[in-house]
């Protein structure tokens, strides 16, 4: 035989046991590539819940298998031995919202060495080497809105309260820094700083309480997710402040637009989980499939008050599929 024909044999030979341990042609680890998993930031979380239904539907309709795995808080402690846990499983491909944006790089690193293609959906990792890809909204402009829909709330005037979750949550953290930044284009509002509730909705009704003894002028908060809004709209009932206390918050669980409904909440900055997660499986497609990918893809988010939210109910979040 000639150099080529044995070394075309061989590269034959090679692929053929590769194929025959279900394992993909470049990886040991006998990945299967059609199995993808799903780690979200936390269970039962009407956020995460529609970006799972968006993603199961798409894996359905592309022929792929996916599995959900959460954790039952946000929290980096909680998420970790879930990533270790789906890397035993050796899936194709991994699709996450990292809890911290520096606490999860060592599990997902790990993920990404097994061969698994690292899919970020919602939060991001500070290290943009991991993942293959990072689906999100444009958080940083949400919070910009954010400002924007509180300043004409307020009538320009006042100051204003960030309630944020927890540090180390790249999308919240780029909510409040936009919300920051667009303050400064309103010289008549002036800022109460940034405080944080841990993602439970009791500590965000605390800070309203606090808040409100020690500044009885308060004008307006921005609350930067779901467990803040909620939480701040509490505070504010207690105190006998809905309305007079203008409230925006991020997202759109039921509770949430129950609240906007009854005049508790002034607006919401809606995303759009379903399309997150299905756009993330397309890219986790994609890179299993040895097609090109993209780094960065952002999508839609949208102010509701209660004038327009029934024209705009798809923007509402889902408790079950
Ligand atoms: O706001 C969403 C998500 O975008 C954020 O990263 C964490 O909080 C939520 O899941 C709402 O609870």
Do not use: W
Not at 45 to 61: I, N, T, W
Request: glycine letters at 10%; one cysteine or more.
């Amino acid at each position: 035989m000639r150099t080529g024909t044995v070394l075309a044999a061989v590269v034959m030979t090679v692929a053929a046991v590769l194929a025959g341990c279900g394992g993909q042609i470049g990886d040991s680890g006998g990945l299967d590539a059609k199995k993808i998993v799903l780690i979200p930031g936390k269970a039962d979380e009407p956020f995460y819940l529609s970006l799972q239904c968006g993603a199961q539907d798409r894996a359905k309709e592309l022929g792929y298998q996916l599995n959900t795995q959460a954790p039952t808080q946000f929290d980096a402690a909680a998420q970790t031995p879930i990533v270790t846990g789906a890397i035993a499983g050796k899936p194709g491909a991994l699709l996450i919202a990292p809890t911290h944006a520096t606490a999860m790089a060592s599990p997902m690193k790990q993920a990404r060495d097994a061969g698994i293609k690292v899919i970020e959906v919602d939060t991001a990792l500070d290290d943009t080497s991991i993942a293959l890809s990072s689906v999100s909204s444009d958080n940083r402009k949400g919070g910009q809105l954010a400002a924007q829909t509180l300043a004409k709330l307020v009538g320009g005037k006042g100051p204003v309260l960030v309630i944020n979750t927890k540090a180390g949550t790249s999308t919240t953290d780029a909510r409040a820094q936009g919300f920051t930044d667009e303050l400064k284009n309103h010289p008549g509002m002036s800022s109460l700083g940034v405080q944080y509730n841990n993602n439970e909705a009791a500590q965000a009704a605390s800070i309203v309480t606090a808040t409100l003894a020690a500044h009885p002028d308060l004008a307006g908060i921005f609350a930067t997710n779901l467990s803040s809004t909620e939480g701040a709209a509490t505070g504010l009932r207690n105190a006998g402040k809905l309305g007079a206390v203008k409230l925006v918050g991020f997202d759109a669980s039921p509770k949430q637009v129950e609240d906007l409904r009854a005049g508790t909440v002034q607006a919401l900055i809606a995303q759009d989980p379903a399309t997150i997660g299905a756009d993330g499986v397309d890219q986790a497609v994609a890179a299993l499939e040895g097609k090109p990918v993209e780094r960065t893809v952002k999508t839609d988010m949208i102010a509701l008050t209660q004038a327009d939210m029934d024209a705009n109910s798809k923007y509402f979040y889902k408790s079950r599929c």
